[in-house]
């Protein structure tokens, strides 16, 4: 499958280390991330060298593109809150948000709440526990495509 895998790049990059984690875990499964430069360090500055207009357009075909949406959404993002309604309100693409289950008293109840039919939310205790909450999500997904 084409993913694209969404977590807070402009904001906090606190949950890097779970989105290397995420994107480790979907290499492994032999699936495509549209998005795997993002984990890169110098992701913000490479994406403000472009103009913002090709960054959106970019960013607009790899969701066209994709089977599924992936992310990870402990940090606060305007961008993952965009892509997530997006997806959710526009096309009938399945989508997985992951969360650190200690920061669900700060994440917008429209990510804990979300009872969308294709939605999933996902929260974490540990990295362990995401790799393998990645691994059981994608791969029952997999298996109704």
């Known amino acids: 499958m ?13 949950s890097i280390e779970a989105a290397k984690n995420i994107l480790n875990v979907l290499k492994s499964l032999g699936h495509e991330v549209l998005t795997s430069h993002l984990v890169r360090e ?20 790899w969701i066209d593109q994709c089977d599924l949406f992936v992310a990870e959404v402990t940090g ?3 961008g993952l809150g965009f892509e997530t309604g997006y997806l959710l309100g526009a096309t009938a693409k399945k989508t997985i948000l992951f969360f650190e289950r200690a920061a669900a008293q700060r994440i917008s109840l429209l990510i804990t709440g979300n009872t969308h039919p294709n939605c999933a939310v996902a929260p974490y205790s540990d990295l ?3 790799a393998d909450l990645v691994r059981k999500h994608v791969s029952a997904l997999g298996k109704n495509s």
């Open 128 to 130: 362990h526990e995401l």
């Open 2 to 14: 084409k993913i694209y895998l969404g977590f807070t790049v402009a904001g906090s990059r606190s």
């Open 76 to 78: 606060s993002s305007f």
């Open 42 to 61: 110098d992701a913000w500055e490479a994406d403000r060298s472009v103009a913002h207009q090709k960054i959106f357009a970019r960013d607009m075909n």
